[in-house]
């Protein structure tokens, strides 16, 4: 007798990038790649966002660095950049979602593009606090200087 291998639901869900290289240590001077479980630039889905100090942590799933095996960790929403809705297919990460109970996603693909909205302006304004008042090193690699993010809010702020 065989068994029929349950269809899963797809899930709509946050995904989002490891930024590729980010500002750390005293006054910002040194640049990490990625983060210490995830390579920078790769895809990760957000299971969680922790909404009560300001949005600055969330629980992410995607591949890990060194294994490529698929891990949960939480993480500072800072570290990841362009949040968009995203309808979940994949067995092996619904798998992981049912895992780790965290239920049916975001619901439908309006609250997922809303959360995403939010989780992206939390991430650049928790970019923008790290280390304020100290310069950037000469040819910086971050985040905020590959993609203009600075001179963006900068303009912003202005009109």
Request: with cysteine; charged share 25%; proline share 4%.
């Given at each position: ?69 698929w891990v949960v960790v939480d993480l500072a929403t800072r570290h990841l950049y362009n949040f968009r809705a ?74």
């Amino acid at each position: 007798m065989t068994t029929e291998p349950t269809e899963t639901e797809p899930v709509w869900l946050v995904a989002a990038n490891v930024v590729a290289w980010r500002r750390c240590g005293e006054g910002g001077q040194e640049l990490r790649n990625g983060t210490k479980a995830f390579r920078g630039g790769a895809k990760v889905y957000v299971l969680r966002a922790y909404w009560g100090p300001g949005g600055d942590r969330l629980t992410a799933l995607g591949r890990e660095r060194h294994t490529s095996r698929w891990v949960v960790v939480d993480l500072a929403t800072r570290h990841l950049y362009n949040f968009r809705a995203k309808q979940v297919h994949s067995p092996r990460v619904l798998e992981r979602i049912a895992a780790h109970r965290y239920g049916g996603g975001f619901g439908t693909a309006e609250r997922a593009g809303e959360i995403a909205g939010t989780l992206e302006r939390y991430a650049r304004r928790d970019r923008a606090a790290i280390s304020p008042h100290s310069p950037h090193p000469e040819h910086c690699l971050c985040h905020v200087c590959l993609t203009g993010e600075a001179h963006r809010a900068a303009a912003e702020a202005e009109g």
